[in-house]
């Protein structure tokens, strides 16, 4: 299972966004969409925002948008460290980067708490080494996923990858609450559900027994004090379109689909939710 889609969607080829006029704009009222709702027009309009309108528009605290071009990368700083240092740098005419400056300014503290985070492991080890956390929080900054749980059966479930008892025997309690999406946080699993098709996977950070608004700050505290993302395996995988409502056809043989519902491997053991 790779970090946003089953295999059989993508393989393990680098993923390739339609251009803008070939997106069906219908795709942005898919609930992965639902918190970016106010940037609808910026992702549905026909042409691309300029760099340093879309700055502008999404006035990000503290942060600039800047067009990723060979005078800005001549610094020399990893792209965290410039970061740091205020600028995003952003790539004109380029999905990935539009999203990822979306997630900024509806995320602000969760981006800059993982941004920090970054900066640390980077100072901390010779350059061009990459550690497990570094790995984790990249995984999370692309494909995250941030659930809360009310009901402990439902963890249960999930840490059995028993997709049938999560999602079929347990689609009251996602359509009560008792479990939830809190946040879509990874902007690449955004690109690549503008492919409609595509089944994709969420890495996932864990609350139990919060609102949405309280598994936010709570996420973003236990980023800040490194009590998570230290390894990929802390990350949950869910299969996102098993979410009821998340998928047009969600009969019998959909959840059949072992290369997308994958079991679970020996031995693999997930972190307690934060609480």
Same mark, same amino acid.
């Not at 609808?40 to 502008?56: S, V, Y």
């Not at 380029?94 to 503290?109: G, I, K, Q, S, T």
């Not at 004090?225 to 009821?244: C, F, K, S, Y």
């Given at each position: 299972?790779?970090?946003?889609?089953?295999?059989?969607?993508?393989?393990?080829?680098?993923?390739?966004?339609?251009?803008?006029?070939?997106?069906?704009?219908?795709?942005?009222? +898919?609930?992965?969409?639902?918190?970016?709702?106010?940037?609808?027009?910026?992702?549905?309009?026909?042409?691309?925002?300029?760099?340093?309108?879309?700055?502008?528009?999404?006035?990000?605290?503290?942060?600039?948008?800047?067009?990723?071009?060979?005078?800005?990368?001549?610094?020399?700083?990893?792209?965290?460290?410039r970061?740091?240092?205020?600028?995003?740098?952003?790539?004109?005419?380029?999905?990935?980067?539009?999203?990822?400056?979306l997630?900024?300014?509806?995320?602000?503290?969760?981006?800059?708490?993982?941004?920090?985070?970054?900066?640390?492991?980077?100072?901390?080890?010779?350059?061009?080494?990459?550690?497990?956390?570094?790995?984790?929080?990249?995984?999370?900054?692309?494909?995250?996923?941030?659930?809360?749980?009310?009901?402990?059966?439902?963890?249960?479930?999930?840490?059995? +990858?028993?997709?049938?008892?999560?999602?079929?025997?347990?689609?009251? +309690?996602?359509?009560?609450?008792?479990?939830?999406?809190?946040?879509?946080?990874? +902007?690449?699993?955004?690109?690549?559900?503008?492919?409609?098709?595509?089944?994709?996977?969420?890495?996932?950070?864990?609350?139990?027994?919060?609102?949405?608004?309280?598994?936010?700050?709570?996420?973003?505290?236990?980023?800040?004090?490194?009590?998570?993302?230290?390894?990929?395996?802390?990350?949950?995988?869910?299969p996102?379109?098993?979410?009821p409502?998340?998928?047009?056809?969600?009969?019998?043989a959909?959840?059949?689909?072992?290369?997308?519902?994958?079991?679970?491997?020996?031995?693999?053991e997930?972190?307690a939710?934060?609480?």
């Amino acid at each position: 299972m790779t970090g946003a889609a089953a295999p059989g969607a993508v393989g393990r080829r680098r993923f390739i966004a339609p251009a803008r006029a070939g997106v069906d704009r219908a795709c942005f009222a +898919h609930p992965l969409f639902a918190a970016f709702g106010a940037y609808q027009d910026l992702m549905g309009a026909a042409e691309w925002p300029d760099i340093g309108a879309l700055d502008q528009r999404l006035r990000v605290p503290g942060k600039q948008l800047v067009e990723q071009n060979d005078a800005l990368l001549a610094d020399g700083l990893h792209y965290e460290q410039r970061i740091a240092r205020g600028q995003i740098a952003t790539r004109p005419c380029n999905w990935h980067d539009l999203f990822n400056a979306l997630v900024w300014a509806r995320y602000p503290a969760l981006k800059s708490v993982l941004n920090a985070r970054q900066c640390q492991d980077i100072k901390r080890n010779p350059r061009g080494q990459r550690t497990r956390a570094q790995a984790a929080l990249t995984q999370f900054d692309e494909t995250g996923v941030i659930v809360r749980v009310r009901d402990a059966s439902l963890l249960q479930a999930w840490d059995r +990858h028993d997709w049938s008892a999560l999602f079929v025997e347990g689609a009251t +309690h996602w359509r009560n609450g008792s479990i939830a999406v809190s946040a879509v946080f990874g +902007h690449a699993l955004m690109e690549q559900a503008l492919l409609p098709s595509r089944l994709l996977v969420g890495k996932c950070l864990v609350v139990q027994g919060a609102d949405d608004t309280q598994a936010l700050e709570q996420v973003a505290q236990a980023i800040a004090r490194a009590d998570v993302l230290n390894d990929p395996l802390e990350l949950r995988p869910l299969p996102l379109m098993g979410i009821p409502g998340w998928q047009g056809d969600q009969g019998e043989a959909f959840y059949q689909q072992v290369e997308y519902f994958r079991p679970a491997r020996a031995g693999r053991e997930y972190p307690a939710p934060a609480r």
